[in-house]
């Protein structure tokens, strides 16, 4: 049985990495599989004791409820402590929490579905219900069947009206809900249009703007309606789409991908142009704010362009979430489906790849994962969990401060094998018990790379070495950005790898940046830009290459 309380005085384990040096770490045994024993053992005990059979009394038909729980949480219950359901500190995450308070609803549904403001409506609207039903969740009830009719009480009513299409952010759930209001067939419901969406009372079924362009009720309702065309004299990329405001309709580009990539392409030589006339207007002029106007159009198109780019590069299922041009005409031509089972297994290459790599490693080392694109983390983490067994989570910015701190502490104990960072934990986190480092895409500037090793690379940390890796795809985006970041981080390519500064041969980041600058500019060389291959290969000569 696992001793909850600790063992005074005991020394901190040693385990061998695959550098041969000892890997020390306070209270870690360095096994990661005895520490997920541990966690079993003692979620054993919570469901054993009265405290525990108490709490799931308020979802006795869900049997995977401790497994959502905090440490903190189950040691508590394993003490027979009893515990309020409505303590955020309970769950390990915010979702969860939303989640437990569904299922003691008997409902099944996805809170990440939800708006982060349904989300809290959820989780306050139970702790009320409890308090006004009576439910003490101070002290064990005894018999617990004393709970049952308060519990029916606080049970009675959903805290949230989940017929309401506003309480979810997702636009097909959305869609589902409306149509559930309207009375629709389930099968309809994706042929709701997003005006209607805005405008539910609205909705009227002979209206053909309630319903999205070219879904199969249009369809037939156009072809009752409108009248055939005749005959068409220079075919153009636009379509007719309901008026943004007022009635009506208007004309719409078409977001085709070959239609994108010419918007892309002018759209840059735009930037080039503007730029450049910019230097020839006197500031604040009334010609010299307009162009500031058409250099921001511009910059947003092309940044909008590379950032999908980028994405594409890290995980292609990112870009179902994307609500950039590019990505959603991508998505549109089955472009995203065919490259999320580009690997082989039915996943992305490179996230397969990744994942297997980070399996290899989970079980002698802790690694921090960092990424500014959070869904691409949250893809990783799931098929490190369903895939690997291994138990990763992700810091983002839907956490609250309690949670990532709970995070943090899992971790520097040796209870998380992997964390996965978005910006938010990219600076001023102390997580020095890492001794892998992955990057899934790269930041602009040395700056951000510096922040990142620094979480684990600093004074005080368990080891004085780091191992870094950075996964990328030939000719993808993370060449782009290394072909900025690293004539940038050239001049001071000691702060990459070290708090205390070494030398480019001994720096696992200057030396895979190093190979990877060589490659693209390689690459600038055969595509005829001489210039930025030349700037390159003195940037990757700095960092060893």
């Not at 890290?314 to 472009?335: F, I, T, W, Y």
Request: glycine share 10%; charged share 25%; aromatic share 6%.
């Amino acid at each position: 049985m696992t001793d909850l309380h600790g063992a005074a005085g005991a020394a901190p384990a040693a385990a061998s990495t695959h550098s041969g040096r000892d890997l020390r770490l306070p209270g870690w045994s360095g096994n990661l599989n005895s520490e997920r024993v541990e966690r079993d053992q003692v979620m054993c005990q919570a469901r054993g004791s009265a405290a525990g059979r108490q709490l799931q009394r308020c979802f006795p038909r869900w049997e995977q409820a401790f497994e959502h729980l905090s440490w903190r949480a189950l040691v508590g219950l394993a003490r027979n402590e009893p515990v309020d359901p409505n303590d955020r500190d309970l769950w390990r995450t915010t979702d969860e929490h939303a989640q437990a308070v569904l299922r003691r609803h008997g409902i099944t549904l996805n809170p990440r579905h939800l708006t982060l403001a349904a989300v809290g409506g959820l989780i306050d609207g139970q702790a009320r219900a409890d308090r006004d039903a009576g439910l003490d969740w101070t002290r064990i009830a005894a018999p617990a069947s004393r709970l049952d009719e308060k519990l029916r009480r606080a049970h009675a009513e959903v805290p949230v009206d989940l017929a309401d299409p506003a309480v979810f952010g997702d636009v097909a759930a959305q869609r589902r809900a409306l149509a559930t209001q309207l009375g629709l067939p389930t099968g309809q419901a994706d042929d709701l249009s997003r005006w209607v969406l805005a405008h539910p009372d609205q909705f009227d079924p002979a209206q053909l703007r309630s319903w999205r362009i070219a879904s199969p009720t249009w369809l037939q309702m156009a072809g009752e309606q409108l009248d055939a065309v005749g005959r068409v004299e220079r075919p153009v990329a636009l379509f007719v789409m309901p008026a943004g405001r007022g009635d009506g309709w208007q004309l719409t580009p078409v977001l085709s991908l070959d239609a994108i990539r010419q918007g892309g392409r002018e759209a840059y030589r735009r930037l080039l142009d503007v730029l450049r006339e910019l230097k020839t207007l006197e500031a604040g002029s009334e010609l010299f704010k307009r162009a500031l106007a058409e250099l921001s159009r511009a910059q947003g198109v092309v940044l909008g362009n590379v950032g999908t780019f980028v994405t594409a590069s890290c995980d292609p299922a990112a870009l179902l979430n994307s609500k950039a041009m590019l990505a959603k005409a991508l998505v549109r031509q089955g472009l995203v489906e065919e490259a999320m089972r580009g690997g082989g297994d039915g996943l992305p290459l490179l996230r397969g790849k990744v994942a297997q790599t980070l399996a290899g490693v989970a079980s002698e080392e802790q690694a921090l994962v960092f990424c500014d694109r959070v869904w691409c983390l949250r893809y990783l983490a799931a098929t490190l969990r369903d895939r690997h067994g291994i138990d990763a989570r992700v810091a983002d910015g839907t956490m609250r401060t309690s949670e990532f701190e709970e995070l943090k502490r899992e971790f520097s104990a040796g209870e998380l094998p992997i964390l996965c960072l978005s910006p938010i934990g990219q600076e001023g986190h102390n997580l020095q018990a890492a001794s892998v480092l992955l990057h899934l895409d790269l930041p602009w500037v040395p700056t951000g790379l510096e922040q990142r090793v620094g979480r684990a690379a600093r004074p005080g940390s368990a080891r004085g070495w780091v191992q870094t890796y950075i996964p990328y795809i030939r000719g993808g985006g993370i060449e782009h950005v290394v072909s900025i970041l690293s004539p940038r981080g050239g001049e001071h390519h000691q702060i990459l790898d070290s708090f205390e500064g070494v030398r480019a041969a001994q720096s696992t980041i200057a030396t895979q940046l190093a190979e990877i600058t060589g490659q693209v500019g390689d690459a600038k060389d055969h595509n005829g830009f001489a210039a930025s291959a030349a700037r390159l290969r003195v940037a990757a000569s700095v960092f060893g290459g």
